[in-house]
């Protein structure tokens, strides 16, 4: 039985690559014919293309040549996650599932060109669930249009990236990016955002850029990717609030991808705010801390996704 599972695995990375070679063979033929056409062309532009998503990074490699080692940039991208199309310096890289399926020659210089072909033949509608982008030399061409639901801001600007934004995609469902003093987060775009996650991961910051967001964001419920943060981070964070009287409302989630991490922060800031009460109503255990008469801040921890939870609410709330 297992190697009659094993034999199927291989007949369907191996299908899964002659469909991606023919779907790449079509998409040739439709642009060569439309191309012959003016009015061809002007129809298939205004169909409207569906994609997953898409994402685009540079990937800093070194490989060795006659000069020695030498570092390059290859644009990486991706489409739906399981198709990635790697932009050389002179050649292109097709693969699916993690395998190379074909290479192909290009002139050089014309990265952006490519990308327009590969984003439908220079289709000014796109439908894209999730866009992501990281740091990059190009954006998507002028004039392409992108409808999106998801907006993840890897290490760059999301202004740069809001010309080929379709202002009907607002309000975002997701608006992801890395928390750094080097933008200012204060747009309309992550207010309106249903869910706002920021990574403290990759880059410095200051205990002034955060008292900052919290003064452009007074209600707003930001959830921070911490998985490389120190407990004192999030201790000093909420000592912030408690300094300058953080408003009733005021929510801040801090996501952990191991479960081992919650408890042992949790107990870290236990001991951290001793004398406060304790409170076993939930699966991890919570406590509060008083700001004043009026409010205090209630601190828990949520199993899915794992989380720290830091809220401030009224004293006269029972949690």
């Known amino acids: ?9 291989a007949m369907m990375l191996l299908l899964n690559l002659l469909l991606l070679n023919f779907k790449l063979q079509l998409i040739s033929f439709r642009l060569h014919i439309t191309a012959r056409s003016p009015a061809l062309k002007r129809i298939d532009r205004g169909i409207p293309l569906n994609i997953r998503s898409i994402d685009i990074e540079e990937q800093y490699v070194r490989r060795a040549d006659l000069l020695g080692m030498n570092g390059y940039k290859p644009l990486v991208f991706r489409i739906d996650g399981d198709v990635s199309i790697v932009l050389d310096i002179e050649s292109l890289h097709f ?8 290479r192909r020659e290009v002139p050089f210089g014309n990265t952006e060109k490519y990308l327009n072909y590969y984003l439908g033949g220079g289709r000014t509608k796109v439908s894209v669930d999730k866009f992501s982008i990281g740091l990059s030399r190009i954006t ?4 392409v249009q992108l409808t999106i639901n998801e907006l993840d801001n890897r290490r760059s600007d999301f202004r740069k990236i809001l010309p080929n934004i379709n202002p009907d995609s607002f309000p975002l469902k997701m608006f992801a990016a890395e928390f750094t003093d080097a933008i200012d987060f204060d747009h309309q775009i992550v207010h309106s955002s249903k869910n706002v996650v ?7 910051f200051t205990d002034e850029a955060l008292l900052s967001l919290a003064r452009q964001f007074p209600t707003k419920d930001i959830q921070f990717d911490c998985n490389l943060w120190q407990h004192d981070l999030i201790l000093n964070f909420i000592k912030t609030w408690i300094e300058n009287r953080k408003t ?4 801040s989630s801090f996501l952990f991808s191991s479960y081992r991490c919650l408890p042992s922060t949790f107990d870290k800031l236990l001991q951290e705010f001793n004398n406060m009460q304790e409170v076993n109503e939930r699966s991890i255990s919570s406590f509060t801390i008083p700001i ?3 409010s205090k801040i209630h601190v ?19 949690v």
């Open 1 to 9: 039985m297992r190697c009659v599972l094993e034999n199927l695995d």
């Open 248 to 251: 009733i409302g005021a929510k």
């Open 95 to 102: 693969a699916a599932f993690g395998r190379r399926v074909c």
């Open 198 to 204: 920021l990574s403290m991961n990759w880059y410095e």
């Open 300 to 318: 828990y921890g949520v199993d899915e996704p794992k989380r720290l939870v830091v809220e401030v609410v009224p004293t006269t709330i029972s």
């Open 140 to 143: 998507p061409p002028v004039g």
């Open 292 to 294: 004043n008469s009026q």
